[in-house]
């Protein structure tokens, strides 16, 4: 899977993507990272790609043009058109199954605005999709490129070293993971629960489902909705109120 990145902080990015099992991956040759610098393909003969916005207004519009011929060099580079993601508050907000659905892709460009925003035409242009991050502004689109760029890559296969852990994680099943526990087996005056350590891998899975079941009510009520939930569980949570 291939990402490329436009951006005016092509270091940023790159910086937070070349750690931990992002940068292992990029090693193993799973992934590939590629920031694109917007300014490497401006006109202006002193570098320049923003200016003040028609019809007034605070702050710098991003042009047009620099992040057109950037976005269309690496559609030449890729041979065809692929998904191009704007990031910004506008946009539908982010998922795992989004995260689930971008993995599948060859290659997917990430366009990272800046000032007060870009040039709506080459918006019209170029884009595919329009992601937030969340209801929140940010100063600019890096951090949210990086934010989808790792949540994408730990779904493509052999990102993760362990398979079953994106399966059995928080969202998955549409409920929240259950609490996990390492040595030693008393920490703090605190003890583990006994059923985890009672070698009974039957016993585990149903205690553990029903801490999903416990702790989505308690911290997300909202995903219980949505979640798929079977007579047993329902039956669970009402003698749980
Ligand atoms: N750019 C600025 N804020 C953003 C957000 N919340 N999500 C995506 N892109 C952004």
Redesign the pocket.
Known sequence: MKFYILTLFPDMVMQGLSTSIIGRAVDKGLLSIEAVNIRDYTNDKHGKVDDYPYGGGAGMVMQAQPIYDAWKAVIDKIGHKVPTVY???Q?RTFCQEDAKSFAKEEAVILLC?HYEGVDERVLEEIVTDY???????????EL?AMVMVDAISRMVPGVLSNKVSGETESFENGLLEYPQYSRPEEWNGKKVPPVILSGDHAKVDAWRHQQSLLRTKERRPDLLEKAALSEKDIQFLREHE
């Open positions: 990031l910004t508050p946009g605005g992601v937030s991050i969340g209801d929140f502004v940010l100063t600019g689109g949210p």
